[in-house]
C-alpha cells in the first residue's frame, strides 16, 4: 500500500482515492461520490485524514462519505495523538508460544479421537475448563451432542431407499391430503428432558433432593392413545385404547371412529390413509376391510412403509414428544387426569404446527433418499 502524500493529494482528490492493491478480504465498502467502492481500513483513515486536514469538517465527511461519524472522529484522534493514520492496537493480551502449543496438542488430540470430552481435554492438557473452551472455539471447534438415532442394517437401508422412492412418487401425483396415524404409550410419569430439565444451586450437597431427582417406578402406569392428523391441519379426535391393540380391536376404531370421520370431513374417497408396517395395520381382514371402503390407491398397503423408520412419520418425529411435554409437565395423580391432560393438549395443537409438521413428510423423504436409506436427522 502506497503511502498518502501531497503530489497524490494534487492529482487525485482525496475523496476519489480508492487501494487497489490491498486483498480483498480487507476491504471496507464505502460511498464516495456516489459510487461504492471497496478500500483497505488505513486507506479509508488516510482518506479522512486528508480532507479534515484539507479543512473539511468532520460532519460533512461522515455525511459525503456516507460513514458513521464515529469512524471520522475516531481516524482524527488517533492521527493527533499517535500522528498516524494506522489503526491502534486491538486491545488484549498478544498469544503466547505456549498458547500456541497447546492449540496444536488440542488439534492432534481431537483428530486422534474426536469423542474426547472437553473435561478430559481439560485434564490432559491441565488448562481449566474455560480456558479449553476458548482454545477450541478459536481452532473453529464445537462440542456436540451425540444423538441417538435408529440403527439400520445394510438390508433396512436398502428398503428404505426403495420404498421411499416409491412414497415420494405416490405423494407427487396425487393432491388429496395425507392422513397420518401411529399409536403411543403414554406414561403416568412426569416428562423429564435431561438436557434441558435442570435446577440451580451452589453445589450438588446443598440440593433438596426433590428438585434433584424424579423417581421412576419399575413398571409405571400407562394408557394407549390412537391418534391421526391430516396434512390438511387438522386433528381427529382423540381415541383411547383399553390394553395392547390388535388387529379386531384396529379394524373396530376404523369402522365405528376413524373412517366415518374421515368422511363427514373430506368426502368419500377424497384422502389417502398412511399407516406404517405394524402387525396390527397389515393383517390381512384390515388390508381387506380398507380396500373395500378406500380403494387400492385410496391407503398404503403392506411393504409400502419402510421398515424402521418412524422418523419419517411426523406423529412420531414431532407430535408426539410435543404433546407428552405439554400433558405431563406435571405430576398426575391418576391416569384419568393424565388423559384429560392429554386429550386437552391434542385438542388444541394449533392448525399451523400441524400443517407444518406434515408439510416437512415430502422433504424428510427427499433426505432418506438423498442418505441412501441411512441416517439423514439434521446434525445440529
Request: proline share 5%.
Amino acid at each position: 500500500m502506497q503511502d498518502f502524500n501531497e503530489e497524490e493529494e494534487e492529482s487525485e482528490p482525496a475523496a476519489n482515492l480508492v487501494c487497489k492493491t490491498a486483498p480483498s478480504f480487507c476491504r471496507k465498502k464505502q460511498t464516495v461520490n456516489d459510487e461504492i467502492v471497496e478500500m483497505a481500513p488505513n486507506k479509508l483513515r488516510e482518506i479522512i485524514v486528508a480532507r479534515v486536514l484539507a479543512g473539511e469538517r468532520k460532519s460533512d465527511i461522515a455525511r459525503a462519505m456516507k460513514i458513521h461519524s464515529n469512524t471520522v472522529y475516531n481516524a482524527w484522534r488517533d492521527y493527533q495523538v499517535r500522528g498516524t493514520t494506522d489503526k491502534s492496537p486491538m486491545s488484549g493480551r498478544p498469544i503466547s508460544e505456549d498458547r500456541k502449543v497447546i492449540e496444536e496438542s488440542v488439534r492432534t488430540r481431537v483428530e486422534e479421537d474426536p469423542n474426547v470430552s472437553i473435561r478430559a481435554l481439560s485434564r490432559e492438557l491441565n488448562v481449566p475448563d474455560r480456558t479449553m473452551r476458548r482454545i477450541l472455539k478459536s481452532l473453529g471447534l464445537k462440542s456436540l451432542a451425540v444423538v441417538r438415532v435408529q440403527q439400520l442394517t445394510p438390508d433396512q437401508r436398502r428398503k428404505r431407499l426403495e420404498m421411499s422412492k416409491v412414497m415420494l412418487n405416490r405423494i407427487k401425483k396425487s393432491h388429496k391430503p395425507l392422513v397420518f396415524c401411529d399409536e403411543k404409550d403414554f406414561h403416568l410419569n412426569k416428562h423429564l428432558n435431561c438436557r434441558n430439565c435442570r435446577t440451580i444451586a451452589p453445589d450438588v450437597k446443598s440440593v433438596d433432593p426433590v428438585n434433584r431427582y424424579q423417581g421412576r417406578p419399575k413398571f409405571p402406569k400407562k394408557a394407549m392413545f390412537f391418534g391421526y392428523v391430516s396434512s390438511g391441519s387438522t386433528t381427529f379426535p382423540s381415541i383411547w385404547i383399553e390394553g395392547t391393540v390388535d388387529a379386531p380391536k384396529y379394524k373396530q376404531m376404523l369402522v365405528r371412529h376413524v373412517l366415518p370421520t374421515l368422511e363427514r370431513t373430506y368426502g368419500k374417497n377424497n384422502f389417502i390413509w398412511i399407516q406404517d408396517g405394524a402387525p396390527c395395520h397389515t393383517a390381512k381382514t384390515v388390508l381387506s376391510y380398507l380396500e373395500s371402503k378406500l380403494g387400492s390407491k385410496g391407503f398404503w398397503s403392506k411393504g409400502t412403509w419402510p421398515p424402521n423408520s418412524c422418523n419419517l412419520n411426523p406423529l412420531d418425529y414431532s407430535i408426539w414428544s410435543h404433546v407428552d411435554s405439554k400433558a405431563n409437565n406435571v405430576y398426575h395423580a391418576n391416569i384419568t387426569a393424565m388423559k384429560a391432560a392429554v386429550d386437552h393438549e391434542w385438542n388444541t395443537m394449533s392448525g399451523d404446527y400441524v400443517r407444518a409438521t406434515c408439510a416437512k413428510f415430502r422433504s424428510r423423504l427427499a433426505a432418506c433418499i438423498k442418505a441412501e436409506g441411512g441416517v439423514f436427522e439434521k446434525k445440529k
